[in-house]
C-alpha cells in the first residue's frame, strides 16, 4: 500500500459476485477524499478503479483470479470483427460532453440494467447517485454519446487521467445487440486516449473464468497487473 495520510478500509469477507463459491474483500479509500487526475491515474496503475466517488482495488486473501487490464493504445489494432463494427456504427452521431441531459441518460440507464443485469442493484439508482458517478473529484470525467437519428444508444462515462483514459461504465440500449455497441465504446475511447496522446485504456478487472468479463481480451494487445509488474497477456 502507497505511503498516503488517506485513510483506507478493507472491507469484511463477502460472496464473490464473480466466481460462485468464493469470498471476496476490497480496499477501500476514504470516499470523502478526492485524489485529483494525477494522484489517480498513479492509483489506476496500481491496479485501483473507481465506481461512483469509491475508489478500490480487490484485495482478496485466498483468491488472486481478479486481473487489472489495459490496451496499450499505440499499439492496439482493431481485427476484422472491430473493423466490422466500426463499419456498422459509422451512421451514429458521437457527442462528447460533461453535461448530459439527466432524464435522458437515466432511462436508457435503467433500460440496460434490467435487460443485462437484472438484480443487481443498480436498477433503482437515484439522479443524484447517477450525478455521484461523474464526479470529477479524482479524475477529469467526461461522457461520449452515441445517437441515432437524435435518439440516445449509448454512453460511455469516462474517467481522464495523465496515465490514461479509464473506462469507468458503459451502458446501450439492449434493444440494438446487432450493434455490438459495448465493442464499440472501447474502440471509440482507444481512439480518444490515442488523440489525447495518452499512452493507455484501463479496462478496469478482467477474470479468465468469468463469462461477462471475456470481451475484455479481445483487446489486444492488453497488459495485466500481475504481482505488481505490468505484463501482455494471452488468453486461450
Known amino acids: 500500500m502507497r505511503s498516503s495520510p488517506i485513510q483506507w478500509y478493507l472491507t469484511a469477507p463477502q460472496d464473490c459476485p464473480y466466481l460462485e463459491g468464493r469470498q471476496m474483500q476490497t480496499v477501500?479509500?476514504?470516499?470523502?477524499?478526492g485524489f485529483g487526475a494525477a494522484s489517480y491515474g498513479q492509483l489506476l496503475a496500481e491496479g485501483f478503479r473507481r465506481s461512483g466517488r469509491f475508489v478500490y482495488r480487490h484485495q482478496c486473501p485466498a483468491c488472486s483470479a481478479?486481473?487489472?487490464v489495459r490496451v496499450p493504445v499505440d499499439r492496439f489494432r482493431p481485427d476484422r470483427s472491430q473493423r466490422r463494427c466500426l463499419r456498422r456504427n459509422s451512421d451514429l452521431q458521437r457527442v462528447v460532453t460533461r453535461d448530459p441531459d439527466l432524464d435522458e441518460h437515466m432511462a436508457l440507464f435503467r433500460r440496460y440494467l434490467l435487460a443485462r443485469h437484472p438484480g443487481g442493484g443498480m436498477e433503482t439508482l437515484a439522479p443524484d447517485e447517477y450525478v455521484d458517478m461523474l464526479s470529477?473529484?479524482?479524475a477529469d470525467v467526461f461522457l461520449i454519446e452515441w445517437r441515432h437519428d437524435g435518439a440516445l444508444v449509448a454512453v460511455a462515462v469516462t474517467d481522464a487521467t495523465p496515465s490514461g483514459l479509464s473506462?469507468?461504465?458503459?451502458?446501450?440500449?439492449?434493444?440494438?445487440?446487432?450493434?455490438?455497441?459495448?465493442t464499440?465504446?472501447?474502440?471509440l475511447q482507444i481512439q480518444e486516449a490515442r488523440r489525447r496522446k495518452?499512452?493507455?485504456l484501463y479496462l478496469g478487472y478482467w477474470i479468465p473464468d468469468a463469462a461477462k468479463m471475456a470481451y475484455k481480451?479481445?483487446?489486444?494487445?492488453?497488459?495485466?497487473l500481475i504481482h505488481?509488474?505490468?505484463?501482455?497477456?494471452?488468453?486461450?
Do not use: K, N
Open 167 to 182: 473506462a469507468m461504465y458503459t451502458f446501450f440500449d439492449p434493444g440494438l445487440p446487432e450493434r455490438s455497441l459495448g
Open 28 to 33: 477501500l479509500a476514504d470516499p470523502t477524499v
Open 66 to 68: 481478479c486481473v487489472a
Open 228 to 236: 505488481g509488474i505490468w505484463q501482455r497477456l494471452r488468453p486461450g
Open 136 to 138: 470529477d473529484r479524482h
Open 184 to 187: 464499440l465504446a472501447v474502440l
Open 217 to 224: 481480451a479481445r483487446f489486444q494487445p492488453m497488459e495485466g
Open 198 to 200: 495518452l499512452p493507455h
